[in-house]
């Protein structure tokens, strides 16, 4: 009898929910706006789509949850997570599912969960040492050692968006001055346009200015591609991946950002690592997150 999981995808406007059975495939998805303050509104709802897919004769064994974090994965629960707010913070997610719906759940920050799925069904699935980053609104990062999650000694492991790069650097909201979150991602660079007198509503604007000679465009997208470098080159020399992937609108809607990094990348290390240097593009949508949820799921089950 074919197995199911359920791969849940919580986001500050809208959640989704996908029924995936053991080969991952997603059989089913259904998405509803997330009430970014009271969660129970957003779990019953989830709830409720759970049992439909119960109702339809599919048995599911476990559901794994994407959030963003930063999460208290030792205890499945959201902490101060910038994009959901109120009841959110603090509270129990996985355990409120496993509640409501009676089925096993998993929370884990929704980075770990994109690269899972890279290095499960993605450009990662060759490989035993996956490092993942997704450079879009936020700059989001997830190691895979084996098919597992690296998480570290308090589930904090590349929570890297106030990794400092950049000494009394560029200030994002929160976020450290100088974090590469703050040089790199799409907000960032867009923010950094505006501040500096650009109409420009995201960062492929930025770069479009930038490639027709707009030198203040020009500086602010070389400086998000060098520092990425820079921080890329940083974890190959401390973790030695054997691929660095990466997904996001920057990364992947921007033509020949990958492939500059990648260049880049190879002149911070040591002649002896440049053959070693492996940066590619995500080849999964937008479904990754809710795929890697599933593999969790399913990986829970049979640890069990």
Not at 63 to 77: F, H, R, T, W, Y
Not at 160 to 180: E, R, T
Not at 220 to 234: C, H, V
Request: aromatic share 6%.
């Amino acid at each position: 009898m074919m197995k199911y999981a359920v791969g849940v995808d919580i986001g500050g406007t809208n959640s989704r929910v996908a029924l995936v059975d053991e080969n991952m495939n997603v059989i089913e998805r259904v998405q509803f706006p997330t009430n970014i303050e009271e969660p129970d509104e957003t779990l019953g709802q989830l709830a409720a789509v759970v049992k439909g897919f119960e109702a339809d004769g599919k048995e599911v064994t476990g559901i794994g949850v994407s959030c963003p974090g930063p999460l208290d994965l030792m205890n499945g629960m959201v902490m101060e997570t910038p994009n959901l707010n109120g009841k959110w913070h603090h509270f129990p997610v996985a355990k409120r599912i496993a509640e409501l719906t009676g089925i096993p759940s998993y929370l884990e920050n929704d980075a770990n969960l994109a690269a899972l799925a890279e290095a499960v069904v993605g450009e990662g699935k060759d490989y035993r040492f996956v490092q993942f980053l997704t450079v879009s609104t936020g700059l989001g990062s997830g190691q895979i050692i084996d098919k597992e999650i690296y998480i570290g000694a308090h589930g904090f492991g590349h929570e890297v968006a106030n990794a400092c790069m950049w000494n009394n650097g560029p200030q994002h909201g929160n976020l450290y001055p100088g974090g590469i979150e703050a040089i790199s991602s799409g907000t960032a660079i867009t923010t950094r346009a505006r501040n500096a007198g650009l109409d420009v509503k995201h960062a492929g604007e930025v770069n479009d200015l930038a490639v027709a000679g707009n030198e203040t465009a020009k500086a602010i997208m070389d400086d998000a591609k060098q520092y990425l470098a820079n921080f890329i080159a940083t974890l190959i020399a401390i973790t030695d991946p054997e691929i660095v992937i990466l997904g996001g609108s920057v990364a992947l809607k921007i033509d020949g950002f990958t492939e500059e990094v990648e260049e880049l990348v190879k002149e911070q290390v040591f002649d002896v690592v440049k053959p070693y240097v492996n940066v590619r593009n995500s080849t999964l949508n937008e479904d990754s997150g809710l795929l890697g949820a599933a593999y969790l799921a399913f990986s829970k089950a049979e640890a069990a």
